[in-house]
């Protein structure tokens, strides 16, 4: 079965720092982009960033840029994301989600996981 | 403020059809493939149409979607009860280098 697994979520204060995980399984993790995805509480979805499947290029949204940091271990089927820096606006349900790629463009995210809630409260 | 643009709510009967609109720009639906995405409430979302206009394996044909130009559009037939749920609409945007969203709508079934 094709799964994504994500864990780490927590209650952190601000300025604090988080390391989210995503475990996949049931497919060829190596050959697939990879994001996340996160949603505050009752509000709508935002892409957070994404990372090649060779782990070769990286993008983000424009207010995590600096703070977070996308990452992959491809022998371990893994994806990660570093938090740094968190603010209060950051509190969502993250999400890793597979991207998929028709020819060389971005398509959709196929694939999601059951997300992780991330609290930055004092 | 959401890059793509949708309707906050819409609303039909069951049985009926409902049309929701995401409207872009030529950086983001003008040039690349837009996809489509239900959330039903509690769950993560799933995905309905990818590459603008095709259905994954198991989503019914009562969803179709189409774009022209800058915008796209989610058309859901027949609708049921089991459809109220959110839904979005996502691309590319090639100016920002960023994955986009349009900001959700909320689809009640009356």
């Not at chain 2, 872009?24 to 990818?50: E, R």
């Amino acid at each position: 079965e094709v799964q994504l697994v994500e864990s780490g979520g927590d209650l952190v204060q601000p300025g604090g720092s988080l390391r989210l995980s995503c475990a996949a399984s049931g497919f060829t993790f190596s050959n697939y982009w990879m994001s996340w995805v996160r949603q505050a509480p009752g509000k709508g979805l935002e892409w957070v960033a994404n990372i090649k499947h060779d782990g070769s290029e990286q993008y983000y949204v424009d207010y995590v840029k600096g703070r977070f940091t996308i990452s992959r271990d491809n022998a371990k089927n893994s994806l990660f994301l570093q938090m740094n820096s968190l603010r209060a606006e950051d509190t969502a349900v993250y999400y890793c989600a597979r991207d998929i790629v028709v020819a060389t463009s971005l398509d959709a995210f196929d694939i999601w996981g059951q997300g992780t809630m991330v609290t930055v409260s004092s | 403020q959401s890059v793509l643009t949708q309707p906050p709510s819409v609303s039909a009967a069951p049985g009926q059809k409902v049309t929701i609109s995401c409207s872009g720009s030529s950086s983001n639906i003008g040039h690349n493939y837009v996809s489509w995405y239900q959330q039903l409430p509690g769950t993560a979302p799933k995905v309905l149409i990818h590459e603008n206009n095709k259905r994954p394996s198991g989503i019914p044909d009562r969803f179709s979607g189409s774009k022209s130009g800058t915008s796209a559009t989610l058309d859901i037939n027949g609708l049921q009860t089991g459809d109220e749920a959110d839904y979005y609409c996502g691309t590319w945007d090639t100016s920002l280098s960023a994955r986009v969203f349009g900001g959700g709508t909320k689809l009640t079934v009356l």
